[in-house]
Structure formats: C-alpha cells, structure tokens
C-alpha cells in the first residue's frame, strides 16, 4: 500500500548555489570588453631593420669626420636625425623600426661617449672643444 503525501510546496529556506564568477584564466565567453589590435604591432623583423638602417645611418655620418671632435659631433648630429625619424614613426608609422632605430642610436651615442671619455682620460683635455 502506498502512502500520499503532500507536496511540500516551495521550500523558501533552501540555500540554493551562488553562481560562480570566473576568474579569466578560463573565459567563459565573449569579452565583455571590445578588443583593440594594434594597427602596426611591433615584430622582430621591424626592430631588426630599423636597428640596421640606424647602424648604417650612423656608420656614414661618422665616416664624414676627420678627428675624434668631428666625429663626435657628426654622431651627435646624425643620432638628432635617427631620433626625429624614430618619433615621426611612432605617431604616423611602425613602432617596432622606431625600437629598432632608438635602440642603435642610443648605442652609437655610447660608443661615441665612451671614446670621447677614454681620450679625455688618457690626455686629460677634453676634446670636444
């Protein structure tokens, strides 16, 4: 024989499971965000050519001086230039040349810097003058 029970109804004290929230490193769908791409993304291949475009930009100012103090000052004035263009190519063109250029003009400047101070220390005058 069975029994009958009554329906219980809802039940209004059940604790039912909060939903979890995901942490990311799983998505669980669409981005709630739009994504933006980058219209030029930096690459190895940018950076490459721009350091060698900077290196030989360099190499032909300096080959134009005659002494240390011109060469110098042609680095310094060819290493402006580099600048210039690497920052026109940030705003209007490929950042990862505009790296590349930055990166090898900053190193030419050294090499011209370290130069300069090893022949000031060995002479004591400073020869930019």
Same mark, same amino acid.
Do not use: C, K, N, Q
């Given at each position: ?9 809802p039940?209004?004290?059940?604790v ?6 995901p ?8 981005p709630? +965000?739009?994504?933006? /791409? ?6 190895g291949a940018?950076? =490459?050519? *721009?350091?060698?475009? &900077? @290196? ?20 310094v004035?060819a290493?402006?230039?580099?600048w ?6 940030v +705003?209007?063109?490929? /950042? ?9 003009? =900053?190193? *030419?400047?050294?090499? &011209? @810097? ?16």
């Amino acid at each position: 024989m069975t029994i009958a029970r009554p329906d219980p109804g809802p039940d209004f004290g059940a604790v039912r499971p909060v939903p979890r929230t995901p942490s990311g490193l799983f998505p669980s769908g669409p981005p709630t +965000r739009p994504t933006y /791409r980058e219209p030029h993304p930096v690459t190895g291949a940018g950076v =490459a050519s *721009g350091g060698g475009a &900077a @290196a030989g930009w360099l190499l032909l100012f300096g080959l134009l001086g005659t002494d240390l103090t011109s060469y110098a000052w042609w680095t310094v004035f060819a290493g402006l230039l580099a600048w210039i263009t690497a920052l026109v190519l940030v +705003r209007y063109g490929d /950042r990862g040349v505009a790296t590349g250029v930055a990166i090898v003009t =900053a190193g *030419g400047w050294s090499i &011209a @810097a370290a130069v300069v101070a090893a022949r000031w220390a060995t002479s004591g005058d400073w020869p930019l003058w």
